[in-house]
């Protein structure tokens, strides 16, 4: 049942990267979530390179984050990765899902995100 439900997945990813690209206009803001945590990555692929990235263990952030919900890291995530960018002069995103459905963390993640400032 695993490896269906990651085949699954993939499958969605690449359906999605087909009609999702970034460049260094408007970079690709990409999510990865596992059981317990959080990665976001502003990606540009004119480049080919990674911009900004954030992720909730990182050691600064984690003490911030401990004791909340999954779904509040994912937005404060947000909140922090758009910081970021605002910082670097980026305003606008693609949002990459990576194939995930845009339920839960990921769309607490996106919303944490325009909160903090970012368009897409």
Known sequence: MASSKID?????????????????????????RSAKHIYVQVIDDDKNGTVIAASDIEPALSESLKGLKKKDRAKKIGKVVAERCLKEGI?????????????????ALADGAREGGLKF
């Open 8 to 32: 699954a997945r993939i499958k969605r990813k690449k359906s999605i990267r087909k009609r999702v690209a970034g460049n260094g206009d408007r970079p690709r803001l990409s999510v990865f």
């Open 91 to 107: 305003e606008k995103v693609v949002f990459d899902r990576n194939g995930y459905i845009y339920h839960g963390r990921v769309s």
